[in-house]
């Protein structure tokens, strides 16, 4: 099996299932009780926000545990368009978000906020002159995404917190879930206010992120109830993921600097293999994108029928982003950066992981160049009918 879907999920580590195993078995106690056992838990879940923030280089007290990254967008955008509403109700993101953030911002304009979608360019990138030219009165949130889900694109984080350090009433936050142990991203050298990450992104489970607030953030709570995650989300912790989280970080980012160049050189690789077929044309900016994907189409081609051709290869790739595929409409992220039409409805998606080999390569692209024939040889034998 060849598994090129992780921007989609990656496969947990080994040590991460043992270790959510272990404390599953082990430390099952609610962390809110008061007796021993969960005293016991409450330490587990002390310690894996401690050693959450350490590799963040951020405080404890910033690290909020979430469900994963869908949450972790809701409740930043939500929670700070809910908390500082009566500052203003204009929110800053851009057109190539995830879902998670695009549909928590439509749901906002029912509350009588307003969007402002910033366009990208040919390679999916924001300009900093059009975010500040943007930028109102009455503007209190700035969310953007660090890389792009479905081509890759990195946005130019440091030089939007810099502009924003000059407007103190805007908060700003970042979608990291792609981006974490693939990217560098320093929390404040971007001076960033949020940012999100989501476990099951970089090899540990699902259900299970995080939201960091910088102290002095203040947001309205989404889930109401008790005060557990230092009063702003409500519900007994999963302390068996959030340990196996704080594992799974600790292992990427241990090994982050060998996997990006690992993740570079693969991808390269790919790229210039798949640039040799006949009518690919490869979305993803090789300069300004994240390692780890690439997103390509080809003239004439229904990505679904490619993907399950694919898969009876045992190689699984993708079309438009997890969230979406299902959707069977065009990339909102290709149209935006003027892709045509016909090249959106086409689009593929492949994700890599330092799991995957160099080794691997050929037969990618034996099974896409025998693959793409078999299509080319079904649309002849259906035009000479």
Known sequence: MIY????????????VIDSYIKVAT????NPSSLHGIGGQAEKLLSHSRTQIASLLHVKPQEIIFTSGGSEGNNFAVKGIALQYQNRGKHIITTSIEHPSVSEACKQLTDLGFEITYLPVDENG??????????????????????????????????????????????????????????????????????????????????????????QGIRMKS???????????????????????LAKALRLTIENRDVHISHL?????????????LNGV??????????????????EGLKPEVFVHLLEEKEIYVSTTSACSSKKNEPS???????????QADSSIRISLSH????????????AIENSLQKLQNDMGDKDGI
Do not use: W
């Open 4 to 15: 090129l879907d992780n921007s989609a999920t990656t496969k947990p580590f080994d040590d």
């Open 355 to 366: 799991q995957n080999q160099v080794e691997e390569v050929p037969i990618l692209i034996n």
């Open 264 to 276: 570079t050189n693969l991808k390269r690789t790919i790229a210039e293999k798949l640039s040799q």
């Open 125 to 214: 990138v924001i300009s900093i002159k059009n975010l500040k030219n943007a930028i109102r009165e009455d503007t209190i949130l700035v969310s953007i995404i660090h890389v792009n889900n479905e081509v890759g694109t990195i946005q130019p984080i440091e030089e939007i917190g810099n502009l924003l350090e000059k407007y103190p009433k805007i908060i700003y936050h970042v979608d990291h879930v792609q981006g974490i142990g693939k990217t560098h991203l320093d929390f404040n050298k971007t001076k960033l206010d949020l940012c999100t990450i989501s476990g099951h992104k970089f090899n540990g489970l699902k259900g299970t992120g995080v939201l960091f607030v910088r």
């Open 222 to 244: 989404l889930i109401a109830g008790g005060d557990q995650e230092l009063q702003k989300r409500a519900g007994t912790e999963n302390i068996a993921g959030f340990v196996a």
């Open 26 to 29: 082990n430390y099952f106690g």
């Open 332 to 342: 909102k992220t290709l149209l935006a950066m003027g892709v045509p039409k016909v």
């Open 281 to 298: 044309k490869i979305h993803t900016p090789m300069e300004s994108s994240a390692p780890h994907i690439i997103n390509f189409s080809i």
